[in-house]
């Protein structure tokens, strides 16, 4: 079974950089896309990234455009994201989670959730 458990989230000031990390064990990674997504207080979960099984698509929110990299090592079976420019509104609480092969618009396409890491982008 695969399981999924995220890292790297903390508090950094704006203008700040932290690199999210997804890592899995269980089973392999390769065969599968990872999302990352968020969800602010108050707010609905959103899709920020999402990076396909083989790394040839990536895809990010308007929001993050420019600003945020999704990456893969499939040999360490772990998913980065890395976030530079923070703005507070980038304050969320960020998970990954999995769909087979390719990305999907739809959260629901995506399963195996992690429990999330807190983004603070706060002065």
């Known amino acids: 079974q695969l399981q999924l458990v995220e890292s790297g989230g903390g508090l950094v000031q704006p203008g700040g950089s932290l690199r999210l990390s997804c890592a899995a064990s269980?089973?392999?990674?390769?065969?599968?896309?990872i999302g990352w997504f968020r969800q602010a207080p108050g707010r609905e979960r959103e899709g920020v990234s999402c990076i396909s099984s083989s790394g040839g698509s990536r895809n990010y929110a308007n929001s993050v455009k420019g600003r945020f990299t999704i990456s893969r090592d499939n040999a360490k079976k772990t998913v980065y994201l890395q976030m530079n420019s923070l703005k507070p509104e980038d304050t969320a609480v960020y998970y990954c989670?999995?769909?087979?092969?390719?990305?999907?618009?739809?959260?629901?396409?995506?399963?195996?959730w992690g429990q999330g890491t807190q983004v603070t982008v706060s002065s």
């Open positions: 989670a999995v769909r087979y092969d390719e990305c999907s618009s739809y959260e629901r396409d995506f399963g195996s």
């Open positions: 269980g089973l392999t990674l390769d065969y599968y896309a």
